[in-house]
């Protein structure tokens, strides 16, 4: 049998051991220990980087100024377009005066005649195209102009239904004097006949005095400069005249072969004019045919049709009167802004004091140009009213006769004729000063579309443009004198080369014609090689690897270096045309949204106590500012800064993003703006809109500052991260310090549980045996089911109140480590 205090120490061991698994507990559960366990502590991020610097905030202020100053001149230049638009349109009246040009031009230019032969046959036809001499000129005149100009018999005079001929078909040439030829030797004796000088001849010739029955003969005033009438101009006294009256196409079939057979057209005559107008009531308007017939020395005879259409519906409805007014309103406008512009300028120096930038000097040109335009409209009226009168003078019936020498008393005929030369001398002028007019309205086209470009570039990928063109004009002025110098020895070597033989190349003008239509590559290259296919060839080979391929091309390498240039120059702030309309749109939102809110605070502080209960009320805001400060802001951002950087480069040292430091890449704040004049909303969206516009975007070329403001920005949220694992690490190495000064009284718990810690003496039946301190047993642990085993048998032995006994004869206890229970 187990002894009593053999027990007891037994039991008191189980009981120390379930005591030290209890302290084991405690100490797993120690709040110590559970620091390994916590979760670590949120990373500390980094600030965000400014999105707007003091460098992109130049940029965008530079932009901004730009933009406003160039987008606010498109509302008039549209206003004056659009204007000068209808006006064109209204005066000009081209479609119809198109129409009747092309008819009359068709009617004329297909005139064909045929000549007879000495055999009594016909020739071949004769048109403009193909006359050789005065005699096929007098056979086109005589029998295919007249009866073209004279009409039917029912509506004589009316050529195309509605073009009726004003008065009579006018000749008009200029001759030279006759001299001997400045030929000398064996060539004038074989010869033997005269030539024309420069002078102008201004004597009778012909007929002269021819008697007709009694009394004293008349000359034919065909025949005398002047032709007798009174109050002609000046040069046209020393001009022959010659009247075709087609309204009686016999009598001025006759006519004609009464000049012919008076050789009213000889070797003297140099200039042979054949002048008509038609008035179209339809569409109102004249048209002045000009036939102009050269006889050249080398006996070639040019001829050149001419005509001139002239509009005399002025002002048929209200429209046209308002359209003028509104334009004439609009320039006057426009003068004062221009004035208003000078008295503002800022420069310096004579035409910079006066005329304010460039853009000012093309307003100026434009309101020139425009005034020139009004002046020359104002003498249009005035001319087409006195043409009015005179064709009225000249009355609606047939002309008198043709003075002739058959005609004795021909005063009749003669102020007529005079008149009628005024009437086709005033249409001539007005045609001029209407030309004058077209030629100034294409040249304030081009003025508008200058200021249309203006106003383009306050979008600044169009403004890199300009600013290439700008910028290269010096480099492509020398590549033009280089170019002319080429093209025109090009010219002149064709003209000798093909000269001779081709009428492209036969004169000097014809020759940079063509040499024109080669570089852009329509010349007739296969007349050249059928006169000349060597010299064609080596010529337009030279020319195309010299012009073409070499010269040309430099344009292209000139514009891709300066667009270069101008895109670096051109700053951050170059939005594309999508980026600009969504920041136009929030733009005019912001503002429609704060005029709104104005108007409803108005609205509401005048409605009655009643009545405001149904609206709601709005909320305070300050008074925006008016117009951005540019000047103030560019000045308050640029104000030491270049200083600034220089120090700071020669400085290796970290420097800390500071506001109130003037560095290129310090953020700008919504207080400087404020300080510089800007109302807060209005310093919001600014910073707003800077930010929209530069994006982060990275200029293609670093300057030193610029690479320092982008190393030091890098640089800063490098500090920034490193600061951040930096406190990372101090919050771990304080846990570890913590988890260091925890072992020492782990250790003491410890020590203090090892010494309850006893060998078992008695072993128990029915308890396995404890693992031994040593051997291979040390360090293991009892399992679950072992000691849910140990459990009950101490429950058990607790229960029966004493040790259990042997089942053995002899009843002696079994020592510790023999037996099994």
């Not at 053999?6 to 120690?30: K, M």
């Not at 009843?811 to 037996?819: C, H, N, R, S």
């Amino acid at each position: 049998m187990v002894r009593a205090e053999d027990f007891q120490s037994t039991h008191r061991s189980h009981v120390e051991a379930a005591e030290v698994l209890r302290r084991a507990a405690q100490v797993s559960d120690d709040t110590v220990t559970n620091l390994r366990e916590r979760d670590p502590p949120e990373p500390v991020k980094p600030s965000g980087l400014p999105t707007v610097s003091r460098a992109e905030f130049r940029d965008f202020i530079i932009a901004e100024r730009q933009r406003a100053e160039a987008c606010g001149t498109l509302p008039l230049t549209i206003l004056l377009w659009i204007t000068f638009l209808c006006v064109t349109v209204n005066h000009g009246n081209i479609s119809s005066v198109y129409r009747i040009r092309r008819c009359l031009h068709k009617t004329i230019s297909e005139i064909r005649v045929a000549q007879p032969l000495p055999d009594g046959s016909l020739g071949p036809a004769t048109s403009l195209a193909n006359m050789t001499s005065t005699e096929e000129v007098w056979a086109w005149l005589s029998q295919g102009l007249v009866p073209a100009l004279g009409g039917s018999q029912r509506r004589p005079g009316y050529t195309c239904t509605f073009n009726r001929l004003v008065g009579r078909v006018m000749l008009r040439q200029s001759r030279r004097t006759v001299g001997a030829c400045k030929v000398e030797g064996p060539l004038a004796d074989y010869y033997r006949g005269e030539c024309r000088s420069s002078s102008t001849s201004q004597g009778s010739f012909g007929r002269g005095v021819v008697g007709a029955g009694t009394g004293a003969g008349v000359a034919d005033p065909a025949f005398v400069a002047g032709s007798g009438m009174s109050g002609i101009s000046e040069d046209n006294q020393r001009r022959f005249f010659g009247w075709l009256d087609t309204y009686r196409q016999q009598d001025a079939q006759d006519r004609a072969r009464q000049l012919a057979a008076g050789s009213w057209c000889d070797d003297a005559t140099s200039v042979l004019e054949v002048q008509a107008a038609f008035f179209n009531a339809e569409v109102q308007a004249f048209t002045l045919m000009s036939l102009t017939f050269t006889f050249e020395g080398g006996g070639l005879v040019r001829n050149k049709l001419e005509l001139s259409p002239l509009s005399t519906r002025i002002y048929p409805t209200a429209w046209y009167i308002t359209v003028d007014i509104v334009w004439v309103l609009l320039i006057t406008v426009f003068f004062f802004m221009a004035l208003q512009d000078a008295f503002d300028s800022k420069g310096e120096g004579g035409t910079t004091r006066r005329c304010g930038s460039w853009w000012v000097v093309l307003d100026w040109l434009s309101i020139a140009v425009g005034l020139a335009l009004v002046g020359f409209f104002v003498v249009f009226l005035q001319g087409v009213d006195e043409l009015e009168k005179q064709v009225g003078i000249l009355g609606g019936g047939l002309p008198p006769p043709t003075a002739t020498l058959m005609f004795r008393n021909a005063s009749a005929s003669l102020l007529y004729d005079g008149s009628l030369t005024n009437v086709l001398e005033e249409i001539d002028d007005i045609i001029f000063y209407k030309m004058c007019q077209r030629l100034g309205m294409f040249w304030y086209c081009m003025l508008l579309l200058c200021r249309f470009f203006r106003g383009f570039t306050g979008q600044p990928r169009i403004r890199v443009i300009g600013l290439t063109f700008e910028k290269a004009s010096a480099d492509v002025t020398h590549f033009g004198i280089l170019l002319v110098a080429i093209c025109e020895n090009f010219a002149l070597g064709g003209c000798v080369l093909f000269g001779p033989e081709l009428s492209d190349w036969a004169s000097v003008s014809s020759a940079h014609r063509s040499t024109l239509a080669v570089l852009c590559g329509q010349a007739d290259f296969a007349a050249m090689y059928d006169v000349a296919p060597l010299r064609a060839t080596i010529w337009l080979v030279m020319f195309i690897v010299s012009v073409v391929f070499l010269v040309a091309n430099m344009v292209v390498a000139i514009l891709v270096d300066y667009y270069h240039e101008a895109k670096v120059d051109s700053g951050l702030a170059a939005t594309g045309i999508f980026d600009q309309a969504y920041i136009f749109l929030k733009t005019c939102d912001w503002k429609l949204g704060y005029h709104y809110r104005t108007v409803h605070h108005f609205v509401y502080s005048r409605l009655s106590p009643s009545l405001r209960r149904f609206v709601r009320e709005p909320s305070d805001e300050p008074k925006r500012t008016q117009f951005i400060p540019y000047d103030e802001l560019l000045d308050a951002v640029l104000e030491g800064t270049q200083e600034a950087v220089e120090q700071e480069m020669l400085t290796t040292d970290a420097v800390p993003i500071d506001p109130a430091q003037p560095f290129p890449w310090n953020p700008v704040t919504k207080e400087l703006l404020v300080s510089c004049g800007c109302d807060p909303s209005t310093a919001d969206h600014l910073l707003w809109k800077c930010a929209a516009s530069i994006g982060g975007r990275l200029p293609d070329a670093f300057p030193a500052d610029k690479l320092f403001f982008e190393f030091q920005n890098a640089m800063h949220g490098s500090y920034e991260l490193l600061d951040a694992i930096g406190e990372e690490l101090h919050a771990w190495l304080a846990d570890r310090v913590v988890d260091l000064g925890n072992i020492e009284p782990r250790q003491r718990k410890l020590e203090d549980a090892s010494v309850t810690i006893q060998p078992m003496q008695v072993a128990l039946e029915g308890v396995p045996e404890l693992p031994v301190l040593d051997g291979g047993g040390y360090g293991q642990a009892l399992g679950e089911a072992e000691l849910m085993q140990v459990g009950d048998r101490l429950l058990e032995l607790q229960g029966e109140g004493g040790p259990a006994t042997d089942s053995s004869e002899t009843g002696a206890v079994v020592p510790y480590g023999q037996g099994n229970f």
